[in-house]
């Protein structure tokens, strides 16, 4: 039987073997709402932190414990109120390398597939002197235990259905272009496709057998093809389970998810949280039109996002790569600007019209820029002079785009991006870190991220909240001028209420981490606790006032007006430093008072 899904899904089947797409899924009724739930998909195939993360991560819900954050009145860690508190680990009393949150989540991962797996990680302390495997080679070891020992239940039955073992002559699309047989539940390896790709094949060939070996398997050449099909099948179906809370990454699974065809102009788009993955909508979708997600960064440049879906054994044909559109051209013909009215972006008619000036460099030269710009070599160690040459040849690369103000396109808006994150952590340059991020979610993602409540979006404002953090305690005690030479910085944040910026910021997260995201994402609720400090705090009760005006009503006069002049006017200020304070750093210029 094909896997389950809602009744807003149904399997679409092309009867052409030629056809690029042997099977999608449409849309039984019309989604009208972004950030509409399209489906819930919490019984996965396989869902694996990434390797040494599973010594820090719940091997079956996947939570760690909770970390802490600072408080926007104080600068100083806290557990924030109404958070779960801090819990600890225990490791399986078997094999000692796979940990949990408690005893439920351990007998389920023990139904789920560890029971198999537990055995493995005895071989892999005697072998290799490591309690933990590279999440491939762990993922093809699990399912080939559950194909190979029988039994297992619901679990194993539906790992056997979906790997197609002893099915002969069934093979879905999955996230591959050829396509196979009607029921939809067999994934589709493009074995012949891996073959063709010489180094990844041998890097593919090594994994298998890896988890041959580490399984108990022996190394015979018929088990060998059949952890080669499955690790094919993996690579090709499975999603990237990045969360968005920690950085992590790992494998994620599921047989209906994986049916989900690829565009670079998706209407939808996957959230994870824990072990479970919604699919949301992106934009409108009507009834009967094909949902689509992007499985790579949408945002690269034509080549960029060619060689990213490489692997998936396909040439995408979507309205971004036929005419080659880039980031701004897409964000014109969006429908989600008019969400931007709550925003760090309200100006809808600069995102419709941006003031760009595309004679300054060429699409094919985008192209040759991101590469010259992936090129460069990015040093191993922490010398300060090694990076600050490295982010002032990145720069350079991307000159002409700077010239051209298309501060969106890649591999501009990660240029700064990945210096705002250093400088985050110096101590030195912590100040400077909050122009370049006000700048981010103003004038870049806006444009490639056109939904506010895309998670990275959200993320975007609530980083700005823990800089404004720590420099409102630099301006409460009288330290920020002694730390910064830009007048401007300091001016502006003297003159700012700052507390009213983060209560204003953390609204804006809150509304839209409701629509984009589930309600136990850690980010939601971290923004949830320091909202309620902040509302705590005694008088403020006028400025809170005009704020819950705003946020229930943007277009109320008052509490528009507050947020126009109190937040969004030092945003924008801030964000105007942005590009000569860049500049000064990477022309050596000292931004740090001695």
Known sequence: MPPQLPPTLRIHHNPDPTAPKRRSLLA??????????????????????DGASMRTTCNYCLRTPTSTGPNPTSGTPTSPSGTQPPFSLKACTACKAAVYCDPACQRAHWKAGHKGECGVFGRVRAQAGRDWLPTPVRAVAQVLLLLHQGGGGAAAARVREAFGWGVKGKEGEGKGKEGGGDDGVVLEGNVEGFRKDGEVWRDMELQAK?????????EGEEVLKQAREVLCKIQTNAFNRLDADTGMTGIFLDAGLAMVNHSCVPNAFIGFDKRTAVLRTERPIQEGEEITISYIDNTLPKTARREALRLYHFECDC????????????????????????????????????????????????????????????????????????????????????????????????????????????????????????????????????????????????????????????????????????????????????????????????????????????????AKAMLADLESLEGREQESKLLRAWARDPEDPEGAAFFESQVLGPIKALSSFAVETLEAMLDGKSLVKR
């Open 28 to 49: 039984t009724t019309a989604l009208p709402t972004p950030g509409t739930t399209i489906a819930t998909f919490t019984t996965p195939l396989l869902a694996l932190p």
């Open 210 to 218: 890896g988890a041959v070996v580490y399984a108990g398997l022996g």
């Open 319 to 526: 309205p971004r790569c036929k005419d080659d559109l880039d980031v701004y051209e897409v964000c014109q013909s969006s429908p989600d600007i008019r969400l931007n009215s709550f925003s760090l972006q309200p100006d809808l008619a600069k995102l419709r019209n941006p003031s760009i000036d595309r004679s300054k460099v060429s699409k094919a030269e985008i192209d040759a820029i991101y590469k010259k710009w992936q090129a460069l070599t990015v040093p191993e160690g922490n010398d300060e002079e090694d990076h600050l040459r490295l982010a002032q040849a990145r720069w350079e690369v991307c000159r002409p785009l700077v010239e051209a103000g298309m501060w969106a396109v890649e591999p501009l808006p990660t240029t700064i991006g990945q210096l705002a994150m250093s400088w985050q952590t110096s101590y030195k340059m912590v100040v400077y870190a909050l122009p370049l991020l006000c700048f981010i979610s103003t004038e870049c993602d806006p444009i490639k991220l056109v939904a506010p409540f895309m998670p990275w979006r959200i993320k975007g404002v609530m980083g700005i909240v823990m800089l404004l953090a720590v420099t409102g305690e630099f301006t409460a005690s009288g330290e920020l001028a002694t730390r910064c030479t830009h007048e401007g910085i300091v001016g502006t944040l003297a003159m700012a209420d700052q507390v009213s910026m983060c209560e204003a910021l953390l609204r804006l997260a809150i509304h839209h981490g409701s629509i984009g995201a589930s309600e136990d994402w850690g980010v939601l609720k971290e």
